[in-house]
């Protein structure tokens, strides 16, 4: 099922889908290496719930919630790690 990033819970994992950003914002994300096709965990969320800490390739990334919207996953079995 698709969602965007912000929805995940801790320790949730998923596969980038797509980004629907634009301009900017769009090439700023594809730079951080949230492409399609990436896997991220979200790893840890501020008190208020913003940002959002997401581990992908083998660093860890903050992203505020406006940013999480624009990047649909969908979300993966969590295997054994």
């Known amino acids: 099922m698709e969602n965007s990033l912000r929805h995940l819970r801790v320790n949730e994992k998923a596969r980038i889908s797509s980004i629907t950003a634009n301009g900017e914002m769009s090439r700023r994300l594809r730079d951080m290496g949230l492409v399609p096709g990436t896997e ?3 790893v840890g969320r ?3 719930r913003d940002p959002v800490a997401l581990r992908l390739r083998d660093f860890t990334l903050t992203l505020r919630n406006n ?3 624009c ?3 969908e979300t993966m079995e969590d295997d054994n790690e």
């Open 46 to 48: 501020a008190p208020l």
């Open 67 to 69: 940013e999480a919207d």
């Open 40 to 42: 991220v965990k979200v």
């Open 71 to 73: 990047i649909m996953v």
